[in-house]
């Protein structure tokens, strides 16, 4: 069903939305009924709700066989880090007091339960698509996924000459005495057990075997073999080994071989953490994560209990621990699954970086921007404008400082380059890193060591406050004195996740938003306690309370019959106090439209009356990152980008910025982009109380809409021919 905002004078610019004015008026709407207790959708369900999104998209039909593929591969690396992260620290909730149990509201071995019950039917429903679509299509155009049971004898050599040549010097194989200690498992590696029986020269019969412990060495080597023959044929590199299992233990004569993978805490638990050397800690912290604690014990469902008993008491493991699975683990591998030569009807066509028509052509991005704002769409438009703003900045001779925050970048990041490059050059350059960015700390902390090594400023976290704005500034000497430039985003300065992640950057030299953006860099660099910006919305200082006032105002305005209507697109929607605003209002007739990628806690099934309130979640072939805030305003709307999801941690506990949209092509821009979203009905579905992931469907003789698709075939047609 296509979505058309509410209000009119969609055309007119709006008023300028401060951080001090945003939602002048600050009337709550009156609650006509209590609130439901249940209202709330606990968070760690509805994240699996998200993840059998992703697997919907695998089982889809109408998708090409490799992109169904990547989506298993997607779905079993999401899968993982969950129990990594999430499901580790509620299994250390456990090991409270009953007191403090009952203070957390909720009862952790309960919601364990729950976790593993839903996770179970998950994973029955990836094998069945694995095994009874995915694997019969593959074979139909060619493909086989063999076994060390359906080799032919030419096929086997040649894999036992491979894992002479290529595997074995990997393998550290090790028999498991029950009387010495065991070796260590590390985190998410692959093991295979075999059973190990006497050797023919041993004449005592024995009723049970030994074990031997093999680690599968991928990486560094690929997961995948191809062997000869006829088609394509591949191999789990597991399976190689399994083929070559007797000259791996000589001694013995070889049973079966079974697949274990044990996941570990990956939680640093540093967020209220408030003194000391925050880096330090981390440096430290890093060297734990592969020893953490058990939060996962993964086994093959088919191996005996024996094994599995002799394995739960060798390494000291708990029956919470233990989660069957198949024969086969880390199946995020699937995303490196050997293709053939021709791929043709097998993958989905490309949708290639955009040219930017604003900024293709012109002989300078920072004179381009005195002109007007330019807004980039990622993955759809190229990343290499932003890494191009930053180039021309950092080789100016008349730039004198830039200001960067950084999340996340990339391996070979060309953005951390062009500020070492600017620094060389001697601009001051500050940029500040943030080390508790969960799982790329490391690679931060590198980034960091070299950055300080070429003359870059580098500031670290602030305890107790993560920095997720994702801002750059650029200040520069001109004629008329000093001008600041800025890029504005809501995903990280990344050039590798820009290709698949939908995310929009403002770049902009607005003196309304340029000198805002400096105060906020006032701050971190510890200059002001209190960034005072007037048009930029600021967390943990002001966010918060400007969604309250801009919420009010569109309830204040539906009472009295004035056009009202919200879109609030982002991620994920978590905090509780933002959940009852927004259901307040839609109670009094403010026309809410939500599109929420991932945790959406709002149970709007739980409302007898829940106004004109909706959800639906957009997975499709790009993943789903911007944060877009659009407030109808009493006609003249008001619209946000924002690097903050509306999640209690995102408003209160780190540094974010939502900036406003004043320049009204940009805004036409993102307009359109809503309106596609909202008119969806192919990878759209309804988010509702009972998490069934519901298409939202088309109606009769109503076009079919791809909203990512649309939105990047309206693009190419506003270039230039």
């Not at 105002?553 to 019959?561: L, N």
Request: hydrophobic share 40%; with cysteine; proline share 7%.
């Amino acid at each position: 069903m296509t979505e058309t905002f509410p209000g009119g004078k969609e055309n007119q610019d709006p008023a300028p939305p401060t951080a001090d004015t945003a939602g002048s008026e600050d009337v709550s709407a009156e609650t006509p009924e209590p609130r439901p207790p249940d209202r709330f959708i606990n968070r760690e369900l509805s994240w699996l709700a998200f993840n059998g999104r992703v697997l919907q998209e695998a089982k889809d039909p109408r998708l090409p066989l490799f992109d169904r593929l990547n989506f298993l591969a997607i779905f079993s690396s999401n899968l993982d880090e969950f129990f990594r992260v999430r499901v580790a620290s509620l299994r250390s909730l456990l090991r409270l007091k009953k007191k403090k149990l009952k203070s957390l509201g909720f009862r952790p071995a309960r919601l364990l339960r729950d976790i593993h019950y839903t996770v179970t039917g998950q994973q029955e429903d990836f094998g069945r698509i694995f095994r009874g679509e995915i694997l019969p299509d593959l074979e139909a155009n060619g493909i086989f996924l063999l076994n060390d049971r359906s080799l032919t004898p030419e096929q086997t050599r040649y894999l036992r000459q491979a894992f002479r040549d290529v595997v074995q010097p990997y393998l550290d194989p090790r028999v498991l005495d029950p009387d010495r200690e065991p070796p260590f498992l590390g985190a998410g590696k692959i093991h295979l057990v075999a059973e190990l029986w006497p050797g023919p020269e041993v004449t005592v019969a024995s009723e049970r075997p030994s074990y031997g412990l093999v680690t599968v060495p991928s990486p560094p080597l690929p997961r995948f073999v191809v062997a000869p023959g006829e088609g394509l044929n591949v191999l789990f590199l597991d399976d190689v080994i399994r083929v070559s299992l007797p000259e791996v233990f000589p001694e013995y004569e070889v049973g079966s071989a079974f697949s274990v993978k044990l996941s570990r805490d990956a939680e640093l638990y540093l967020e209220e953490e408030f003194e000391g050397d925050l880096v330090e800690k981390i440096r430290k912290s890093l060297q734990k994560r592969e020893t953490g604690l058990p939060s996962r014990f993964l086994y093959d469902l088919q191996a005996p209990y024996g094994l599995i008993s002799f394995l739960k008491e060798h390494f000291h493991l708990e029956d919470e621990d233990l989660v069957p699975g198949g024969r086969y683990h880390s199946l995020e591998d699937l995303a490196s699954f050997p293709r053939p030569r021709v791929t043709e009807g097998l993958v989905r066509s490309p949708l290639p970086p955009l040219p930017h028509p604003g900024l293709e052509k012109v002989p300078s991005i920072l004179e381009a921007l005195k002109e007007k704002d330019r807004i980039l769409h990622f993955p759809y438009q190229s990343f290499d404008y932003v890494t191009g703003f930053l180039r021309e900045a950092a080789a100016d001779p008349e730039v004198d400082r830039i200001c960067i925050t950084l999340y996340r970048v990339a391996e070979q990041s060309e953005v951390v380059r062009e500020l070492m490059n600017a620094a060389r050059r001697g601009a001051q350059v500050t940029a500040f890193v943030e080390v508790k960015a969960r799982f790329d700390e490391a690679q931060n902390l590198q980034w960091a060591d070299e950055m300080a090594d070429a003359g870059v400023k580098t500031l670290f976290s602030m305890p107790g406050l993560k920095v997720h704005a994702k801002i750059a500034l650029v200040s520069r000497r001109e004629e008329d004195g000093r001008r600041l430039y800025a890029y504005l985003g809501t995903g990280n300065f990344n050039e590798i996740t820009a290709r698949f992640y939908c995310d929009h950057g403002l770049l902009t030299a607005d003196p309304r938003l340029t000198h805002d953006v400096e105060e906020v860099f006032r701050f971190l660099l510890q200059e002001t306690d209190d960034p005072k910006c007037k048009h930029l919305l600021v967390a943990p200082f002001a966010l918060r309370e400007s969604l309250h006032r801009m919420i009010s105002a569109e309830a204040a305005g539906a009472e009295k019959r004035d056009p009202a209507g919200m879109v609030l697109k982002m991620n994920s929607l978590e905090d509780e106090k933002i959940m009852d605003e927004i259901m307040d209002a839609g109670a009094v007739g403010v026309h809410t439209n939500l599109v929420i990628r991932g945790i959406c806690r709002l149970r709007l099934g739980a409302y007898a009356a829940q106004g004109g309130v909706r959800a639906r979640s957009i997975v499709d072939r790009f993943l789903e990152h911007a944060r877009i805030f659009r407030f109808v305003n009493g006609g003249c709307p008001r619209l946000f980008l924002s690097s903050a999801d509306l999640m209690k941690r995102n408003l209160d506990h780190r540094i974010e910025v939502a900036v406003p949209i004043y320049d009204p092509e940009v805004r036409e821009e993102l307009e359109h982009l809503l309106h596609l979203q909202l008119s969806d009905n192919t990878k759209a579905r309804v988010l509702e109380g009972s998490q069934e992931n519901h298409y939202v469907g088309r109606r009769a003789g109503e076009p079919r809409v791809e909203a990512q698709e649309a939105f990047y075939r309206w693009l190419e047609d506003r270039l230039e021919p």
